[in-house]
Structure formats: structure tokens, C-alpha cells
């Protein structure tokens, strides 16, 4: 069916800025129904032929790249001042890179601020939806993405990164490990391959036995005969009507060329730093400091989760590169628990890389005969690695240049981020116990790297239950303007500890359901 | 002392160019279009300070600082290149390439906090070990998809741990 190509007037239009997770997930959601979509990217439309087998060559077809800085006491400021995040920009966004781990937030971790209490310099707060609301949205997600170990589909088989991890933390008495749940096929499922176990999965992943927007969605959403898809489109500003409401999205297209799409409703699906710099870059006369920043929330309690990763030397071969990346987890930390003097959990799970990116990301700067000695024993290097959550805090927050613009004219983002007393305290009981997992299984040595830029990008636009705590409502429809939804990573009324995908996918399916009823009625 | 761990048959992927010939000897110097012969023979011994593998042939070092001469063709970076240069060997009796180890350290020490110097070692890292003939040497296979991944080639063949349970 040709994809239609709706009027720059037509007012009856879903206008969705952005084609990942949330934005690539929504698209297809609402085309299925019934509802005329247009979806802006600002990356290309690629095909999975042109994906590379290659660290560095896909890094730089795959991310977004446009200048940004990096201000704040983490470390990430100094190493990658210029790319203090990384995510994608193409048709498909983030999950083109992504890793495939899929898990799902606990009710504990979406009242986190009733259950840590008032951690001091913190502005945590609960999520204003349960998670026995957002359960049936999960296992719709589940299900469209092949998600292993749910619905009857296999689990992910265990690779040598992974016996390594499994024995040190069974010498070390732990309990819940596991391969874990991956959106990646372990048999052929949702007209999508098995794997291979090439280890590519983050370079875009050419095989395509991972779920993502790019071969699952979007494909879906063209074929409804609903979904009009402008990729190589940059979205500037978005505009409102007399009464406050979104009307129209601002953009740029291949060309240069800018147009006007008027719309019934502006979904917003940039990730962290883009979609608080759009609704910043959007102000009025109606809204001066930006739209929908009327309690200042836009942009701020930006999240990256407690991430990072131990690299370890073993005396035998370990060939970590070989297979799926991220196929372990071990859950045994995953709960809040105040004996251990932080708030919130983290997930151990596996990290690989190919020795072009380890030996960028393994310690930034680090040279010598010690730097050389490691990194020639890459054969026998092991990967294990953490996500858990880190602390909202209102000063770490995406801002807008006063100096510099980009090609757009669009104000630069700086990106500030403070690391929390509780986010150091977890840090270091999460260095500690990836190095002991490792050790018991046999390590000579282990590397500390410090944490690099994050994909788990959190928080910038909140969800709460009181506006004048955040940006959106318990919908991702923004408090004060009807019509302006967010649908990424930004809404996260707080992290979790977990890998956000799953969670951004359901959200977005949920808040089709909710987009659809209004449209109706 | 050479010490070459699990040395493998490593692959670019078929769609990327393949890297570029060092010619041997000094004549190698002829890739270079935008630094002088004087500037690629200091950030090769730079290079091969900052990152020293015995085992790697010079022309491997060589090949890194052919990419520092193709990103020198812009004027920053090539105004960078210079300074770093300059500095590396200002205060030294001898060209960078003909101090001992140690003072080629030293040296190096002395500008670690500099712009240049960061520029100079992130560039290194990111072209030495971005070569096939490095990853053969430190048993890194590359691209696996146009040979079927690794699902019969290894994935799971590590056997100096004991044999996992079924059930994870």
C-alpha cells in the first residue's frame, strides 16, 4: 500500500517527533487505531543491509552527534565533553543501538519516594500510576517485541561472558541468576530470525533478530496504510492556539526547506535532551519560559542510572565479543535496602564490547605500558556491568545556550549533571561486587572503568501527579498544555534500576489507548 | 618480551574500505598529504609511547598516524597537531624519537593535561586499535555476520569452568 502524505493544513493529524522506543511504538499503536499519523525523524530511513559489522564505523552512522556540552562534577564532562549522551539518530532511534534487555519496574521502585523517605538534595517523588496499571500494557509489550523467557519463547543460551559471571557469583552465595530477558529472538518469531550470536546487536544489528522500531513498528504502521514517515526532518519548535493548545510542529526537511504541520495532537519522542530542548526552544508569549515549563520542571531531575562496567583479565580465553552482549543478569541487589546506606537497587548484568570501544571506554586518557599490558590480553578479558538508579536532583538538568546554536538556529543543550552522595555510595557497592564476582571465578585483574555516556536517558519531562512537581500527567499529556504529550525516556517520574525500554514501550502503548478514546469521543 | 595472546584471523566488514598500505622503510612517509615527514615520525614514537606493544609492526603505528594526517586536513585539527609538536619537544636536547623510554614518558607527562595532548592520545586509541592486523594480534575476530555469527564458531566454548546447569 503506498504510505499516504497528509496536508501540511490537515488539522486532524497525530504529529509524533521521533521514531524510537516510544515515538516508533506510539506511531504503530495509533495507526492500528485508526488514527492518521505523521512521523518526523530527524535521522535517515536506512535499511538493515547498510548496517555495518563495526564499532566505531556504526557509532558514527547511528548516533546523534550534533554538538552538545557537559557541565557538573561526573566524569563524563572531562572524558566526552562534546557527547555527554548517546542515543541514535535515525529512523528506529535508540533501538538500533540497543541491547535487547528487557525488564520491567517493581511497585517499589515507582513509589520510591515514599519508600526511601526524604533523601536530603533529592527531589524524588512517586509515579502517579501503579504498576498493576501499567501490567497488562507490559504484557502487550512483551508480546510484540518476542521478549525470551515470556509467552513460551526459549531463553537466551548461555555464552562465555556469561560462565564466567555465573560461576563467580555462585562461589560468591548469590541466588537469582539468570541469562535473563532479552526482545531478541532465541528461535524465529514475528516473521524475525534466531540469532546468530554475531555480537553486533548494538551496531544496528543487520541480522535483525532483535526487536526494534526500524524492522518491527514502523514496517507495521506503513503497511496499515495510516502512517505518513518524514525521515531527515528536524523538528525546531512547537506551536499552540489561542486557547493553549498544541496546534502545529515547526520543521526542517532534507532540503532545508521549512514547513508547518498543523496537527490535532504533538507527541514529543526526542529522548532526554532533544525533547526538553524543543519545548524550551518553543516559548511564547503564552508560555516564556518554554512550553509546558510553568513550574520550571522542564528539562531537570535528568537521570542516566548507576552504570558502569569491570572489565577483568583471566588466565584462559574468555572471547567475550563472541555472541550476544548483554545476556546475563543477576538479580540478587535489585531491592531497596537500607542496611546496605543507599537508597534503590541495581541489576548486574553483562557488558561486552569489541577492542576498538574497549579500549576507548575502559579507562579515558589511560596510556603506558599498564594501559598496553591490559589491553593486549583482550582474548581473555570478561565484561559484567550495573544499571541502577540514580537520584533525582533539580540541578541536573538539560539547559539551552545563550551563545551558540546549531545549523537549526536552535540554542546548543548543555547537560549538567552532579553525582548524589547516595549515587556514589551505590557506585561503590557495585564496583565492589563486580569485581568479587569476577575474582571468584578467577581474575587477575580487574579495571574500575568509570561510567561513559548513558543510553539510559531519564526524567528530563516528569510525569506527576501534582503539576507543580512535574511536567506531564499520569498520561505523558503535559499539565498545562492539551493536546502535548511526551512519549520517551523523559517521562520517567523516577529511574528505577532496570533497562528502560521495556518500560517506555508499554507507556506507549497505554498512552495510545489513551490518545485513541479521546479521538473517539 | 613479545607476548601475543590467542592471535586469531580477524575481519573488517566486507562493506567498509579495507586499510590502506604502509609502504616499508622510510619511503612510507609518501601517504602523507597534509604533516610534514618530521611530525609523522614524532607521533609515530608518540603513539607507540603511549600505547607500546612490542609485537605490533611499526607499519601498524605508521598506518595510526596516516589517520592523524587525513583528519589534519582540517585546519584545527592541523593546528593542534602542530602545537603538540612543538611542545613535545621544547626543553629536549633531542627529537622526541630519539629519547630513551623514559623521557619519551616523561615528556608526555609533562603535556597530559594539555588540549593537544588529550587529542593526540583519544585519537591513538581510537586508530591503533581500530586496525585488523591489531585485533589478530589480541585475538579480536570482528565482523561475524557475513560468516554466520559466532553461533558454531564459539560462542559458548569456554571449558576451564565447570559445565552450567540447564535451567537458566
Redesign the interface.
Given at each position: 500500500m503506498l504510505a499516504p502524505i497528509y496536508e501540511f493544513s490537515a488539522d486532524d493529524v497525530v504529529v509524533i517527533i521521533g521514531s524510537g522506543a516510544g515515538g516508533g511504538t506510539l506511531a504503530n499503536e495509533l495507526c492500528q487505531r485508526g488514527l492518521k499519523t505523521i512521523l518526523l525523524e530527524a535521522g535517515r530511513h536506512i535499511t538493515p543491509a547498510e548496517f555495518v559489522n563495526d564499532d566505531w564505523a556504526a557509532y558514527e552512522m547511528l548516533s546523534w552527534l550534533d554538538k552538545r556540552t557537559a557541565s557538573g562534577n561526573w566524569r563524563v564532562a572531562r572524558d566526552h565533553p562534546n557527547a555527554p549522551s548517546w542515543h541514535c539518530k535515525l529512523v528506529g532511534g535508540t533501538t538500533v543501538h540497543w541491547s535487547g534487555c528487557t525488564y520491567r519496574l517493581t511497585q517499589a521502585e515507582m513509589q520510591a519516594r515514599s519508600l526511601y523517605g526524604d533523601v536530603p538534595g533529592t527531589s524524588l517523588i512517586d509515579w502517579p500510576l501503579s504498576l498493576a496499571e501499567l501490567e497488562p500494557y507490559y504484557d502487550q509489550a512483551e508480546r510484540k517485541m518476542g521478549v525470551t523467557r515470556t509467552n513460551g519463547l526459549p531463553a537466551m543460551p548461555p555464552n562465555n561472558n556469561f560462565k564466567v559471571m555465573y560461576w563467580g557469583a555462585k562461589r560468591l552465595g548469590l541466588r537469582e541468576i539468570s541469562t535473563g530477558r532479552h526482545a531478541i529472538n532465541t528461535v524465529p518469531y514475528d516473521n524475525r530470525p534466531a540469532t546468530i550470536q554475531d555480537g553486533f546487536s548494538v551496531s544496528g544489528d543487520q541480522h535483525g533478530a532483535r526487536w526494534s522500531t526500524l524492522n518491527v513498528e514502523i514496517p507495521k504502521a506503513l503497511e496499515s496504510g495510516r502512517l505518513d514517515l518524514r525521515a531527515s526532518c528536524r523538528a525546531t519548535g512547537i506551536e499552540h492556539d489561542n486557547n493553549g493548545a498544541a496546534k502545529a510542529v515547526i520543521y526542517v526537511d532534507a532540503n532545508g526547506i521549512t514547513h508547518r504541520q498543523a496537527a490535532a495532537v504533538v507527541v514529543v519522542a526526542g529522548n532526554c535532551i532533544e525533547s526538553p530542548r524543543l519545548l524550551l526552544n518553543s516559548a511564547s508569549g503564552r508560555y516564556p519560559d518554554g512550553l509546558a515549563n510553568g513550574f520550571g520542571h522542564v528539562g531537570r531531575h535528568y537521570l542516566r542510572h548507576i552504570i558502569q562496567t569491570v572489565w577483568s583479565i583471566f588466565p584462559h580465553p574468555v572471547n567475550m565479543h563472541r555472541g550476544e552482549l548483554m545476556g546475563g543478569l543477576i538479580a540478587d541487589f535489585s531491592r531497596h535496602d537500607p542496611s546496605r546506606g543507599f537508597a534503590g537497587g541495581y541489576y548486574i548484568e553483562l557488558n561486552a564490547m569489541g577492542l576498538p570501544t574497549t579500549a576507548a571506554f575502559l579507562n579515558p586518557g589511560w596510556w603506558g605500558r599498564d594501559f598496553a599490558d591490559v589491553i593486549a590480553q583482550y582474548a581473555n578479558m570478561a565484561g559484567i556491568f550495573m544499571t541502577g538508579e540514580d537520584m533525582p536532583q533539580p540541578g541536573n538538568r538539560v539547559t539551552l545556550s545563550e551563545t551558540e546554536t546549531d545549523a537549526f538556529g536552535v540554542p546548543v543543550a548543555n547537560l549538567h549533571y552532579d553525582d548524589h552522595l547516595n549515587d556514589l555510595l551505590m557506585r561503590n557497592h557495585g564496583y565492589k561486587t563486580l569485581t568479587a564476582i569476577h575474582q571468584a571465578a578467577g581474575a587477575t585483574r580487574s579495571i574500575e572503568a568509570p561510567a561513559y555516556p548513558a543510553s539510559h536517558n531519564l526524567g528530563s519531562n516528569r510525569m506527576s501527579a501534582k503539576p507543580e512537581d512535574g511536567v506531564l500527567d499520569r498520561n505523558g499529556e503535559a499539565h498545562e498544555v492539551k493536546n502535548l504529550f511526551i512519549a520517551d525516556g523523559s517521562a520517567f517520574a523516577s529511574g528505577g534500576a532496570c533497562n528502560p525500554t521495556l518500560s517506555i514501550v508499554a507507556l506507549a502503548i497505554r498512552q495510545a489507548d489513551f490518545i485513541a478514546k479521546r479521538a473517539q469521543s | 618480551m613479545k607476548?601475543v595472546?590467542?592471535r586469531?584471523t580477524a575481519f573488517?566488514?566486507p562493506?567498509?574500505p579495507t586499510a590502506i598500505a604502509i609502504p616499508k622503510g622510510p619511503e612510507w612517509a609518501q601517504v602523507l598529504k597534509n604533516l610534514t615527514h618530521a611530525q609523522a615520525e614524532t607521533l609515530v614514537s608518540v603513539i607507540r609511547?603511549?600505547?607500546?606493544?612490542e609485537?605490533l609492526d611499526i607499519s601498524i603505528y605508521r598506518r595510526a598516524v596516516s589517520h592523524f594526517d587525513r583528519l589534519a586536513a582540517a585546519a584545527e585539527v592541523a593546528g593542534t597537531i602542530d602545537r603538540f609538536c612543538e611542545a613535545i619537544v621544547s626543553g629536549w636536547p633531542l627529537a622526541f624519537g630519539a629519547l630513551a623510554e623514559t623521557y619519551r614518558?616523561q615528556a608526555?607527562q609533562r603535556l597530559q593535561e594539555t588540549a593537544e595532548f588529550?587529542f593526540v592520545?583519544?585519537m591513538?586509541?581510537?586508530y591503533?586499535?581500530?586496525d585488523v592486523e591489531?585485533?589478530a594480534?589480541?585475538?579480536?575476530?570482528?565482523?561475524?555476520?557475513?560468516l554466520?555469527?559466532?553461533?558454531g564458531?564459539?560462542?559458548?566454548?569456554?571449558d576451564?569452568?565447570?559445565d552450567?546447569p540447564n535451567d537458566?
Open positions: - | 607476548t595472546h590467542g586469531v573488517k566488514d562493506k567498509l609511547t603511549l600505547c607500546p606493544h609485537c614518558v608526555l588529550m592520545q583519544r591513538a586509541v581510537r591503533l586499535y581500530d591489531v585485533w594480534a589480541f585475538g579480536y575476530q570482528g565482523a561475524s555476520v557475513h554466520g555469527g559466532y553461533v564458531r564459539g560462542f559458548n566454548d569456554l576451564w569452568l565447570p552450567l537458566l
